[in-house]
């Protein structure tokens, strides 16, 4: 079991570790494309969903796989039946999921894929929290003149927090070292 634990772990901070160099603008890791097409992001969420099936199926859980495209990503999602386990009390189950999801496409297509997994739209969920929270921490910036620290957060946070601070014209960034980096909003 501990061999599992440290494995996923693995998983996940690779995949951390992608998501930051993606978010780093101008930049992206050199095996991702820059250009996915849609006849293959459409693939790789078809790949994505027999391996989920399957892994319900294992597992003996009910559940709905929805298939889309969303900002230059396959995205899928899994709805239905009692699903919370597999999202964990802070996402970490469905972390690492989502990863061991990506490794399944990658064996089959040989491409790195940045696929986007939700469950029990926990992702769904928390994106509107961190809007939310984004909007209110834009306002206590502007009006208070200063900068504000937010608590540590995981990539796929921090990402909803830099694009929703960038649609207000403010500007932040990411700060520290994982697992405790955290995003900076600035007032001008």
């Known amino acids: 079991m501990a061999r599992i634990k440290a494995a996923v772990?693995?998983?996940?901070?690779?995949?951390?570790?992608?998501?930051k160099a993606e978010q780093v603008e101008g930049l992206e890791p050199e095996h991702v494309k820059p250009v996915?097409?849609?006849?293959?992001?459409?693939?790789?969420?078809?790949?994505?969903?027999?391996?989920?099936?399957?892994?319900?199926?294992?597992?003996?859980?009910?559940?709905?796989?929805?298939?889309?495209?969303?900002?230059?990503r396959a995205?899928?999602?899994?709805?239905?039946?009692?699903?919370?386990?597999?999202?964990?009390?802070?996402?970490?189950?469905?972390?690492?999921?989502?990863?061991?999801?990506?490794?399944?496409?990658q064996t089959t297509t040989g491409d790195r894929s940045r696929l986007m997994l939700d469950i029990d739209n926990f992702r769904g969920n928390k994106r509107v929290e961190l809007k939310k929270l984004a909007q209110e921490m834009a306002e206590a910036a502007k009006s208070t003149g200063k900068s504000i620290k937010l608590p540590p957060m995981n990539a796929f946070e921090r990402k909803i927090i830099h694009d929703t601070i960038q649609e207000l014209?403010?500007?932040?960034e990411s700060d520290g070292e994982d697992p405790n980096r955290y995003v900076v909003i600035y007032s001008a």
């Open 75 to 105: 995205s899928l999602a899994i709805v239905g039946g009692k699903l919370g386990h597999l999202v964990g009390s802070q996402g970490e189950v469905l972390d690492a999921i989502q990863e061991l999801t990506r490794l399944a496409v």
């Open 9 to 19: 772990k693995s998983v996940v901070e690779s995949s951390e570790r992608d998501e």
């Open 36 to 72: 996915e097409s849609l006849a293959r992001l459409e693939e790789e969420g078809d790949i994505a969903a027999d391996y989920l099936e399957a892994l319900l199926d294992i597992a003996d859980l009910d559940g709905d796989i929805d298939i889309d495209v969303e900002n230059g």
């Open 169 to 172: 014209g403010l500007t932040s």
